[in-house]
DNA sequence: CGGCTGACGACCT
DNA sequence: GAGGTCGCCAGCC
């Protein structure tokens, strides 16, 4: 099915370097804070790609000041769940004071930062 | 330079 | 609430 504005909304095309805009945004969460993937790439101005946001969260190199760990699914999940990435999710949650319960943040629109839309 | 690879999300039963 | 479908696009071989 070829795209449709009415059923998608308007698209907004992400240019090179997507991957560097999605960790410097990340890197500006404050501890205690977290964010969706949609909500990333929202502020973006893109609409649809919280899908990629997760991509270029995968390829974050590990020990990077990228707090990767802010970022959960729409549904307040932790993605990747049963993964040795998810649980190390979750822990480094837990040190900011951020609780989950089977994989899911506990108040998670509590602790959702509101990201500024572009 | 063509093909493959995915940390998602909205929507529908 | 729990399952499945489909669309999305920049990077990296």
Known sequence: MPYDPARHGPRRLVGPGFHAQVHDLVRSLPPGCVVTYGDVGASLGS???????GYAMAAVPAGSDVPWWRVVAANGRVARAGT???REQQRRLRTEGIATKNGRVVDFL???????AP
């Open 47 to 53: 609409k649809n790609v919280a899908r990629h946001v």
């Open 84 to 86: 040795a990435m998810a």
């Open 110 to 116: 509590r602790h959702r930062f509101p990201l500024a």
